[in-house]
C-alpha cells in the first residue's frame, strides 16, 4: 500500500526498527493528555502481553510527514492519518482513511496484531487496549469487536439499522460492526488491503463499509471484547440527513458487493466474548419525542413522490396510517421499519432516484423510529432494553426472504 503521508525519511527509520509485534494506531490524542497519555497506556499494557517484547504506537499529529521517537519497547510514530472532513471530524470516510494508513503501516513494520482506537480519549483506558488486542496477539483471533456500555439513547442509528442488518446479512451476531475501535491480526490487516485496493480501482472514492463483513466472508475468526463506556462527540453542525447518507451509503454498496455471499445465508450465530460488562452510563437529557413525530408526518406529507421511487404502496399506505397516529400511540412495528430499510437498500441498488437524495430522504423516517423505540422504552431497564432489540434484529433476519427476493426478481416480486 502507498503510504503518501509519511515522509522517507520516517519510512526509513520505521524499516530500521526490524519488525514489531503490536501496532496500536490512536486517531484521536488530543483530549486526556494526548500523545503522552496514549503512550503512557500502552506502556502499562504491555508487560502482560507474554509475547508482545516490542509495538510502535502510531499517533495523528496532523502534520504532514512523519517523525518516529524510536526507544523500547515503545516506538511512537507521529504522522498525519487522514484528511480532515469538512462535514464531520468522524465521518466513514475520514476514518477508514486512517484505518488505511495504520494497516499499511503494521504491515510494512511486520506486526502480528494492531489495535485501532477512534474513540475519544478521554474515556479510553489501558484495559481498552488490552482486552481489544489481546485475542488478536495471543489467542488466535483476526476480529475483536468493541461491545460498548451504553445507555438506551446511544448508538440508535447501529441499534437499528447497522447492527440487527448485519446480522441478518452475513448471520454473526456483531453489536458493533462498524467498530469504531478494533483488534486485528496481521492475517485480517492483509486481507482488508487487498480488498480496498481491489475496490479503489473499481471505485476510488468509496470507502468500505465495514471490517466485519470482510473478516466473516473470508471466514476469520471473531471475536467481542467489553471495553466500556464510549464517547464521541458528533462536530458541531453535523447534521442527521448527512450522517445518514454517509454511513448508509458504503453500507448499500458492500451488499451490492456481496450480495452472492449474504444471499446463502441464513439465521444467525453468536461469537465469543471476552471481558466483564460494565454498567451502562446514566442517561443524559431527554429525548425530543415530539419534534422527531412532526418530523416524520412532515416526510410522509411532502416525501410521498420519492419514496414512491423505493417503497412498494403497502409499505407507503403503512406509513400514511402511522402518520395520523396520536403522539402517544405512536408505535412503528418492527416489520414495517425492516422493510422501509430494506426497501431502501433496494433503492439505492437500483439508482431509483439519486442515491444521495434517497439517502437523506430516509431522515424522517429514522426519526420516526426513535420516536417509536423512544415511547415504548421510556421506563424501561437495560434488560428490556436488549430484551427488545434482540426482537428487533430477528425481525431483520425473518424479513430478509423479502429482501432476497426483490433483490433477484425486483420486477416480479412487489408486494
Known amino acids: 500500500m502507498e503510504l ?39 506502556r502499562e499494557v504491555l508487560p502482560k502481553f507474554s509475547d508482545a517484547a516490542r509495538a510502535v504506537l502510531i499517533v495523528d499529529d496532523g502534520a504532514p510527514g512523519a517523525r518516529l521517537d524510536d526507544q523500547q519497547p515503545l516506538s511512537v ?14 465521518s466513514p470516510q475520514t476514518i477508514f482513511e486512517a484505518y488505511q494508513t495504520i494497516f499499511g503501516l503494521s504491515g510494512r513494520i511486520g506486526a502480528r496484531a494492531c489495535g485501532v482506537i ?34 438506551k439513547w446511544e448508538g440508535l442509528l447501529n441499534r437499528s439499522v447497522l447492527s440487527p442488518l448485519s446480522r441478518a446479512l452475513y448471520g454473526k451476531r456483531i453489536e458493533n460492526p462498524m467498530g469504531p475501535d478494533f ?25 468500505l463499509a465495514s471490517l466485519a463483513s470482510i473478516a466473516i466472508q473470508g471466514n476469520f475468526q471473531i471475536c467481542q471484547a467489553h471495553v466500556g463506556a464510549r464517547t464521541h462527540p458528533l462536530a458541531e453542525g ?13 453500507v448499500f454498496v458492500d451488499m451490492d458487493r456481496h450480495a452472492a455471499v449474504w444471499q446463502r445465508v441464513r439465521g444467525s450465530q453468536p461469537v465469543p466474548d471476552f471481558g466483564e460488562p460494565e454498567p451502562p452510563p446514566a442517561e443524559t437529557g431527554a429525548v425530543d419525542v415530539r419534534r422527531m413525530i412532526d418530523s416524520f408526518k412532515l416526510g410522509a406529507a ?19 396510517k402511522l402518520s395520523r397516529q396520536p403522539p402517544d400511540q405512536f408505535r412503528m412495528p418492527d ?63 425473518t424479513g430478509k426472504p423479502y429482501l432476497v427476493s426483490r433483490w433477484r426478481w425486483p420486477d416480479r416480486f412487489n408486494p
Open 4 to 42: 503518501e503521508s509519511i515522509s522517507q525519511p520516517a519510512l526509513e527509520q520505521i524499516d530500521r526498527l526490524q519488525g514489531a509485534d503490536l501496532v496500536v494506531g490512536v486517531l484521536d490524542a488530543d483530549g486526556n493528555g494526548g500523545p503522552a497519555a496514549s503512550a503512557a497506556m500502552v
Open 118 to 151: 477512534a474513540s475519544d480519549l478521554r474515556t479510553v483506558t489501558p484495559e481498552w487496549i488490552d482486552r481489544l488486542v489481546r485475542p488478536a496477539l495471543e489467542m488466535g483471533f483476526d476480529l475483536v469487536a468493541p461491545l460498548y456500555a451504553r445507555h
Open 335 to 397: 416489520s414495517l421499519w425492516v422493510w422501509i430499510v430494506y426497501d431502501f437498500a433496494l433503492g439505492h441498488r437500483f439508482r431509483a432516484i439519486n442515491r444521495d437524495h434517497l439517502l437523506r430522504s430516509f431522515t424522517p423516517l429514522y426519526l420516526g423510529w426513535i420516536a417509536s423505540y423512544a415511547l415504548e422504552m421510556e421506563n424501561a431497564d437495560s434488560a428490556a432494553v436488549e430484551a427488545r432489540l434482540e426482537r428487533l434484529a430477528r425481525a431483520y433476519e
Open 183 to 207: 483488534g486485528l491480526s496481521g492475517k485480517l490487516m492483509r486481507r482488508i488491503l487487498d480488498d480496498y485496493a481491489d475496490l479503489r480501482r473499481g471505485s476510488p472514492r468509496q470507502p
Open 238 to 250: 453535523t447534521d442527521v440527513s448527512s450522517l445518514l447518507a454517509q454511513v448508509l451509503g458504503p
Open 77 to 90: 510514530l507521529y504522522c498525519k492519518l487522514s484528511e480532515p472532513n469538512v462535514t464531520t471530524e468522524a
Open 302 to 320: 411532502n416525501l410521498q413522490d420519492v419514496w414512491s421511487q423505493v417503497l412498494p404502496p403497502t409499505t407507503l399506505f403503512e406509513i400514511r
